[in-house]
């Protein structure tokens, strides 16, 4: 008896006890504190209505953005430029390189407005369900009650928005020519008389990160650039513009750090999770057209997917290349109360109190102690789409732009199809992602092909990948064949799939690699197979060379024992200060310190321009993961947990083998990472990319000083 | 109250070591949970250091319960109610003991907390009503800690030093020395053999069967 119970602990608490990082001592309290924690943080969040008619809304496939034309940039008030105060318009902040200097042309110039206009994620109609999945009562603007049974249309949501859509506009990049955007704040403006409900900057501020293009501080956006210049404060107000000069240049003009896939998001400090959540997210592919390596011709180069058309005035489009923006959202029941520490920064909402008002618009709650994860998932800002694809292969560039769910993607078939996970009678946090695929079954593969520093060394099959949030991976599926090798016929139905379970921020419940639940399956996007389509594209081998991966010193041990070390942990200091690095919390003023080191130095994190180092990022446990995003560079893993990994990475992070600009953190784990930090000087930052922990306090400020 | 010499000693001493560790845990849990950030590192030693600070304010309250018991009840040997009411009594003695360190803890962190907020102010886009807000927030968190942290306290006092009692044989001894219930006459008398083979629903008849053999004491 006591054996067998001793080997049921051994073989299921024990890897439990280990994946959360329960398994010591100091893990056993922090199982208790984390337990305890939850009952003191009661948290209630709405159920969204059932959207009643899925993959009916076409995948919306961004188009690029088109440039201002010359005579367009010449009538902006003032012209960008490489002069003192140029950069923005508080007339205090140059461009710290021009592109001249590098050798490189002028740049094409953008212009993007932050807009407050709507949005909306679905045009089907919706049943209002309660969390066991009954029908509920649901409410208008005018607080009109309509009884429970009801089928309702959505009332779009109030979003601010890079050009007032979501995602926002997608800028086609090349390496070779630079990019000035021009970013003026309009939230001031409200011509639509909307209800801007309850999150988000309260004061409307806004502050650009292109993630992670190798920028100068002053383009970066960044907290710790923020306040200490440029604007001094968490953001651009309403009127203020700035110019971010993005010069699509390598860091240190290496060939081999150039990456492939940038998105741009809001970070003024302390909301950036509740300005992303609200819309401001926007799409940054960068091709690499030296020799035609990878420019959006497949006729050239790797001949990866993609068939590109020129524009007169520079821009391009690149057919059967496709960014999938993946972001989840919860919509407002009517019913569920609006409490949050930030209550008193709303007053118009009068909180803490219910908003039937607001019914069917998204809700965001900005400091929940599980992390805020929705229970709609949506692609390209709409909510289970359907993509009619030829019969081809497609280059999908994945990112994750939410605010703190982990997806895990799988093609997978269904004979019966989608069905509501209340009619498959679940409720409560098994009703997130409203559809499952009972008889779902892996179809195809993906062929990875790229992270989030760019192409791979070599391409990766993968039955199914990891999508933290900001992450990218970019894949190629093939359309015209399945896993087994029968060919597909027009009209098949493939559907791209999320088989994570994530039912708070804080890790997730089931997937692959932790306890994997095979009835959570939940379609996402519905592909339908249409008619054959030319393809010169090749699938890269497992042998075909991608990019060669940035050299490692090899004296990187020695270079390690001299290491700077992070520990990102969670604990309270106070009011909503509750994620911390090194046990302190984020000081936008003054760059952090580090652990005591192997040589027993606790140094600033200051590196000279120029340099490489290591640095060593942890998770300091309680059962939470953490996307941990450097600023500025890509870095190469090391080790994990100790193992060095620079050669065969472990099965739980196979592309730990690339360049990525964002540490995956399991709970206990310990990664160390190698990068350099070139070009510029100045102030950058760290932080976990889940965005209310950003937004409260895990972050910290480094900066690169003049060699 | 009771002297020194009248303290029961053997009974008292585990029962607030099992106190202590026992509520401690619960108090470095919470603060583990909602305490100050500088004070939630290395759990695990943090509790065993606790635990043997505090050991002594345990064990004043459980000499306490238990004169208050044996006054109540005499020296013993008690009846199976009795070792329950003496029991309580000393739960609700270390339950005491652990609430007031709950909130001494809650009161130290939330001065930490404020210190923390203070300095993040130079920055922040909270006004002066926000942080009230936050000041507000965080003073009804460590309230709540407070309560939970004494229900869990109260909760595995009950267990485990019902547990403790349990493995003494249902006994509860309040008398001094080494056996005022127990005369060593009894103890003496009883074949080692017998001890062993004892089981605890019997043990309350051995003294009673061991004594009529055995002559009395001389002192």
Redesign the interface.
Known sequence: MLGTGLATFGGVGVPYLSAKGWLS??G???A???A??D???TEVFPTSPLILDPFVDELPVPEALRPLSPDAVSKLKPPPGPGPGEQNSYRNEQHQIWPSTLGLPDPIVYEIDVLVRTHSFTSSQVLPIDNAGNPTVSFDADLNRYPAGTKRSLPPSTIYGFNGTFPGPMINAEYGKPALVRFSNHLDENPMGLDRQDFG???W?FLTHLHNGHTAPESDGNPHYA?TAGPHA?GFFPTDWVDQLYLNHPAGGDETEKQSFFWFHDHT???TGANVYKGMVGLYPIYDPKDGTDMGDERQGLRLPGVRTNHADGSFDVKYDIPLAIYDCRLDDGVTLHHD?????FPDAHNPRTHPEWWGMTFHRHFPNHGFVGDIFTVNGTAYPVLQVDRRKYRFRFLDCSVSRIYEFKMMSSTKGPKSAVSLGYSDDELDGQYRIPDGQQCMQFTEIATDGGLLPFAIKRDSFELWPAKRREVIIDFTRYLDGHPTTKGDVVYLTNIMKMEDGRMWDSSSRFSFDPDYMVPMVKFVIGDDAPDASVLPGPNKKLRDLPPLPADWRTLAQDRKIFEVKR???????EW?IN???FD??NVARSLKNPQGKSPLALQPRGSFAVWEIRNGGGGWVHPFHLHMEEHRTLTRNGVDVTKNPLPSHPDDRSREDLVALDPGESVLVYRGFRTFVGPYVAHCHNLLHEDH?MMFAWSITPP | MTGIRQVPWRTALPLALVAALGSE?WV???????????R?????AQ?VLDSAVVLPAYLVAVVVALSVARRRYGPGPLAPRQVVGSLLMVVLAATLVAAVLLAVDAVV??R???Q??G??S??????D???????R??IV?QV??VG??TV?ALVSNVVLLGVLVALRGGRLDLSAGRSAAYPAHARVAVPRHEVLRVVPGRVRERPHRAHEGVPPPSG
């Open positions: 001592a100091d056993a309290f922090a208790v504190s984390t305890i924690g009952q003191l943080f900057s309260p004061v501020q306040i968490h400090m302390d909301f520490i930030h209550d008193d920064q604990g309270s200091a106070g009011g909503e200060i911390l046990g302190v919390q936008p003023e306090a | 845990f470095v849990a919470v603060r583990g949970a909602v305490g100050a950030t500088e939630t590192s290395e759990p695990f509790w962190d939330y930490l907390q404020m923390n907020l300095r993040s130079a920055h922040g886009s909270c006004t009503a926000c942080f009230a807000q936050q000041h927030e965080t968190l709540k800690a939970l942290g869990l």
